[in-house]
């Protein structure tokens, strides 16, 4: 992890529909950050705070309604799909192409050369562990070896930069550990800018150099927590001491977020039948 | 699913019948079962021709296909029906082409979608049979006015298919192309197409169908050369025998078709899983 | 982001391009007749058909036609939907009658029915028997259909539990049974009479010596153009009128 940073947030809000739409929702509230170059950042925060919403400004798939995103020296407007690389919590595979298929087809939108997409498929669906999987459709796959494919597809853009929206979300605990450990031990032979959001105290902690910690909505960020733990983070440094007190604080910064942000949510869905917007 | 009782769960799954031998030998074998079905019901239509409805109405079927070789030596037959089957292919193949570019056209836009979509709807639920006579009217009697009530017939259900197809892509994998990189063009030709597919297929398996329908009506509403022309003189001849051969041919035909359609449309559907 | 104003400035465009695509068919259909010299017998012009229309309306011309039609279509529908609706229930009692009745059921529907009308012409006649005939025929298969796959694939839990609850046989099926069966048995229905009316106007087309659609055919042949457009016209309308309110129907009693 160097100085040098990656990701400049300054000043981003959002908001989704106009003053007085019944769907009006404040989003996020004035949040600035700075992401060092080859630091995985975590967000979290209670439903609703805004941390996807981040996510996909920093990703340049949404416009904020002020403030700025900078990666490099540019200013982010679009998608950067040379710096950038997604990956989604719903399954964005497509379904009728295989796996490397589906792996090389974000090389062929990047415009990288069909020899390389070969090589360099092959190389990120062994590192993720799917070597053997390569000509299985997604719907033969179970949800974690998707996931796993569409990293590999994130992966394989040889981007600086990745962003990863609760990338294990839809799976169950178990799967998620071996997922976490996995990532840590993958991206600790890369030098990217990882940027995660979860709802995961645990795999926050387990996984990230920095936690930002999100109010509830409007979200900004409350506090920012600092792991130093090395890189790969070994499975028992989530039984360790070290582990459970930083865990501690997080659930403590988190629990007042989460019982506003639920209360607030059940104030909303007795007064119109849908939310607005979503974070 | 049974809707039987759950006490009685035994009670259903050894039947009614309840006896050793026949019973179980045909619970293990619905398709013998099925068989017999179709023989019973072509051993009803045997007794019924013999010996309750006059011969000029209706013929047995033990007559009906030992004379089948008779409808094919018809002068007129076998040509009337390669006609027919003329008439059919070149229907379902402007079908699909109407179908696909016009179903691309409106569906592609939210725009377009909104704007043509009632439209498109409006005329695909009206009864076209009303308009047969203007179809002979301005096509004449021949092939033409067949081919064009077909395709009339044929190129909705593809038309809203392939709307459907394009229009109901998950948001999520438009913007994981978008967040690659991937231009207009590309999202289309290695997102939006591939997804349209199966339905597609979907709307050629109905298209088939309208298709058969649609040729087939203006066909026996009246036909110079097409096998509309033998209904009518089989009919009015009070030839039984001959009418029942024909139209059995026909059944076999659809039958072969709609087949045909149903397992193209199943082979391009396989990523579709549940 | 201004959603919600660029969300109606889109749909008053849409309504614009619908009129507009109307308003361009009208004129270029009063065009062609009125200074394009394309023959009344080929394409008679909107305003003679208005006014034949009107005729036929006001004088009760169409009372007669209407009425037969109209009667083949009651008949026809009441045939296939109690015959439909108790053979699908009986079929649907047993797990080994739906797997044996199902696929030979499907593949009668595949063939395009109307195939028939001949051999029906010739044992039932010209009249309204065959025209009933072959409506109750075609439309017995979707309400057959239908009625087999809701009253068969009633889910288990909540027969279980009715059952558990002491419940009769006759009120586990009124009770449990049809209102869990009902939605799909009404589509099929909903099917059924559509397709009935299709067969009956159709056949009346093709061959029958009245009916909303012989009229169309019979003037047709009388080359009466302006008059046959006010028939279709009619017919297509009322047609319309019938398949809304079975519609409507068919959503009041899944509500």
Redesign the interface.
């Known amino acids: 992890m160097t100085g040098e940073v990656a990701i400049r947030v300054s000043g981003v809000s959002h908001q989704f529909g106009e003053k007085g739409d019944a769907r009006f929702v404040r989003a996020l509230l004035d949040t600035s950050l700075e992401i060092a170059r080859g630091e995985l950042l975590c967000l979290i925060g209670p439903s609703g705070c805004g941390k996807s919403t981040l996510l996909s400004i920093i ?3 949404m416009e904020p309604t002020a403030g700025a995103v900078e990666v490099g020296h540019q200013q982010v407007r679009g ?1 950067l ?2 710096e ?3 990956v ?1 919590q ?3 595979l ?4 295989t796996v490397i298929e589906n792996v090389k ?2 090389m ?4 990288v050369p069909r020899p390389e997409q070969e090589k360099r498929a092959r190389h990120s669906l062994a590192a993720v562990g799917l070597a053997d999987f390569a000509d299985h ?1 997604p ?1 033969q796959l179970s949800g974690g070896m998707r996931q796993r494919a569409a990293l590999a597809r994130a992966l394989s ?1 040889e981007t600086g930069i990745l962003l990863m929206d609760e990338p294990f979300g839809a799976l169950d605990e178990q799967t998620r550990m071996v997922l976490g450990e996995d990532l840590s031990v993958l991206l600790s032979r890369t030098e990217k800018t990882i940027v995660f959001v979860t709802h995961s105290l645990g795999e926050a902690v387990f996984l990230a150099d920095r936690v930002a910690v999100f109010s509830a909505r409007p979200g900004t960020i409350k506090e920012i927590i600092e792991i130093e733990e090395p890189h790969p983070r070994r499975p028992e440094f989530i039984t360790s001491e070290k582990f459970t007190s930083i865990r501690n604080k997080l659930y403590a910064l988190l629990h007042d977020e989460i019982r506003k942000a639920v209360s607030e949510s059940a104030r909303i869905d007795r007064t119109e039948t849908g939310r607005g917007g979503s974070p | ?7 009685d769960d035994t009670r ?1 799954l050894t ?1 009614a019948a309840g006896r050793q031998g026949v019973g179980a030998f045909l ?1 293990a074998r ?1 398709w013998l ?2 068989l017999g ?2 023989v019973v019901l072509f051993a009803v239509w045997e007794i019924a021709a013999r010996f309750f ?1 006059d011969k000029m ?2 013929a047995p079927p033990s007559l009906v296909y030992m004379r089948l070789y008779a409808v094919f030596a018809t002068a007129g037959v076998p040509a009337a029906l390669r006609i027919t089957f003329f008439e059919l292919t070149v229907a379902f193949l402007i079908s699909v082409a109407i179908g696909l570019s016009v179903g691309l056209a409106v569906g592609l836009s ?2 377009t979608h ?3 979509m ?2 498109i709807l409006l005329l695909y ?3 076209q ?6 179809f ?3 096509f004449g009697i021949g092939p033409a006015s067949k081919i064009a009530f077909g395709v009339s017939h044929g190129m909705f259900p593809i038309i809203v298919t392939v709307i459907a197809g394009v229009q109901n892509i ?1 948001p ?2 438009l ?9 207009r063009w ?1 999202i289309f030709r ?2 939006i197409f ?2 349209m ?1 199966p339905s597609f297929f979907t709307g050629m398996r109905l298209a088939m ?1 309208a298709v ?2 649609g040729v ?2 203006a066909e ?2 009246g036909s110079s050369v097409g096998i509309g022309y033998f ?2 003189l ?2 009015q001849s ?1 030839d ?1 025998t001959r ?2 051969g024909l ?1 059995s041919v ?2 076999a035909m ?2 072969a078709l ?1 087949e045909l359609a149903r397992r193209a449309e199943m082979r391009f559907s396989r ?3 549940a | 982001m201004s959603g919600r104003a660029e969300r109606s400035a ?2 008053w ?2 309504r614009a ?2 009129l507009s ?1 109307l308003i361009a068919l009208l004129v270029l259909w009063y065009g062609l007749t009125t200074w394009g010299h394309v023959s009344p017998i ?1 394409l008679p012009n909107p305003l003679a058909v208005l006014h034949e229309l009107i005729q036929v309306i006001t004088t009760g011309e169409f009372v007669g036609d209407l009425l037969t039609t109209l009667s083949e279509l009651a008949a026809a529908f009441t045939i296939s939907m109690v015959l439909g609706t108790i053979i699908g229930y009986l079929i ?5 009658l739906i ?3 199902e ?2 059921l499907a ?1 009668i529907y ?3 029915i ?6 029906y ?3 039932f006649g010209l009249g309204e028997p065959s025209k009933i005939a072959l409506g109750a025929t075609i439309s017995f298969f979707p309400i057959v259909l239908n009625t087999i796959a809701g ?6 839990i909540f ?2 539990s009715a ?2 609850m002491g419940a009769s ?1 006759y009120q ?1 099926f009124r009770r449990v ?1 049809v209102p869990a069966a009902l939605p799909i048995i009404l589509t099929g229905l909903r099917m059924g009479f559509t397709l009935a ?2 067969a009956i ?2 056949s009346e ?3 029958s010596l009245a009916g ?2 012989h009229r ?2 019979e003037l ?1 042949e009388k080359m009466d153009r302006a008059h ?1 457009f006010a028939y ?1 016209t009619f ?2 309308v009322i ?2 009128f019938l ?1 809304t309110v079975v519609s409507w129907l068919e959503a009041k009693g899944k509500r």
């Open positions: 990703g340049g798939l998608p799909p040379r950038i690389a997604y989604f719903e399954n964005a497509f379904p009728w192409s087809l974000g062929l939108f990047q415009g459709y719907g853009l | 699913m049974a809707h039987a009782p759950a006490v259903d039947g619970r619905p079962a099925r079905v179709i409805v109405f209706l939210r725009f909104r704007s043509f009632p439209i639920g009206t009864p049979i009303t308009i047969l006579p203007l002979v009217l301005y998950k999520i994998l913007t994981s192309a978008k967040s690659m990189g991937a231009s590309q290695w997102v591939p997804h597919v169908s058969l329908l087939l009506l026996l509403y209904t009518t089989f009919t009070f039984p009418l029942l139209v026909l059944a659809a039958i709609n990523w579709r899983s | 889109g749909r465009a849409s391009v619908q695509f080929l649907s009692r047993s797990p080994y797997e044996v009745f696929p030979l593949g595949s063939i395009p109307i195939l028939f009308l001949p051999l012409s010739l044992l009253f068969g694939h009633v889910d288990r027969i279980i059952r558990s046989n586990l049974l009316l299709l106007l159709g087309v093709l061959a909303l659609g169309i055919a047709d046959m279709i017919a297509v047609a319309a398949n």
